[in-house]
Each structure stands twice: as structure tokens, then as C-alpha cells.
Nanobody, 124 residues
Framework: QAQAVESGGGLVQAGGSLRLSCAAS????????MGWFRQAPGKEREFVAA????????VYADSVKGRFTISRDNAKSMVYLQMNSLKPEDTAVYYC?????????????????WGRGTQVTVSS
């Protein structure tokens, strides 16, 4: 069974940076699509960024373009989300998700495995 475990969340001031990590385990990941989503209190879970494990194609939500960067380290089975120029509206629980067939889009429904999330809080 594939698993994803997030880490790296915390409290940061507006304008600061954080790097989230997602450790993937349990299966062969070469065909995977990996995504980051976030959910703020009282809001729907929303797409942040996604990447294909094999080639490294990426896609971003408009709200984070130019500020966030998704990457992966195949040798370590890790996916990262580098978050720069953070804003209070980025405050949310951030989730890592895997799609076993390589989908890496913004629709959360095709994702097969989800982590438990890590809290990111940006103070103004």
C-alpha cells in the first residue's frame, strides 16, 4: 500500500519561506503523479501544485505561481514544495497526494493516496 507522509510545516512571518517534504513509500513510483493540496479552515481542499515522478512535468495553481516550486528526488522517493514570499492567505493544512496512473492535475478526485497533512501558518 502506497503511503505519503508530509513534514516541514510551521509558523512563519509574511514574506518568509518554508519547504515541505513528502516521503513516499510502498510502491514503485516511476509512473506516479504527485500533488500538493491545501485546506484552510471552513474552505474546500484546493490544488496547489503537481509533478510527474518520471519526467518532472509540473503544474501550479495561479495563486502560487512564481512563489512556490514543486520538485522531486527520485533516489530518495521524496517530493518537495518550496514556498517563498508566503502570505497570510497561504495559511492552511497542506496535503501530499499520489496518483498511481501518472495523473498530475488539479482535480483532487483521481488521487489515490493522501498524507495526513502538515500545518502551515503565516502571520501578518
Amino acid at each position: 500500500q502506497a503511503q505519503a507522509v508530509e513534514s516541514g510545516g510551521g509558523l512563519v512571518q509574511a514574506g518568509g519561506s518554508l519547504r515541505l517534504s513528502c516521503a513516499a513509500s510502498g510502491r514503485t513510483f516511476s509512473s506516479y503523479g504527485m500533488g500538493w493540496f491545501r485546506q484552510a479552515p471552513g474552505k474546500e481542499r484546493e490544488f496547489v501544485a503537481a509533478i510527474t515522478w518520471s519526467v518532472g512535468n509540473t503544474v501550479y495553481a495561479d495563486s502560487v505561481k512564481g512563489r512556490f516550486t514543486i520538485s522531486r528526488d527520485n533516489a530518495k522517493s521524496m517530493v518537495y514544495l518550496q514556498m517563498n514570499s508566503l502570505k497570510p492567505e497561504d495559511t492552511a493544512v497542506y496535503y501530499c497526494a499520489a496518483n498511481f496512473g501518472g495523473y498530475f492535475g488539479s482535480d483532487k478526485r483521481p488521487y489515490d493516496a493522501w498524507g495526513r497533512g502538515t500545518q502551515v501558518t503565516v502571520s501578518s
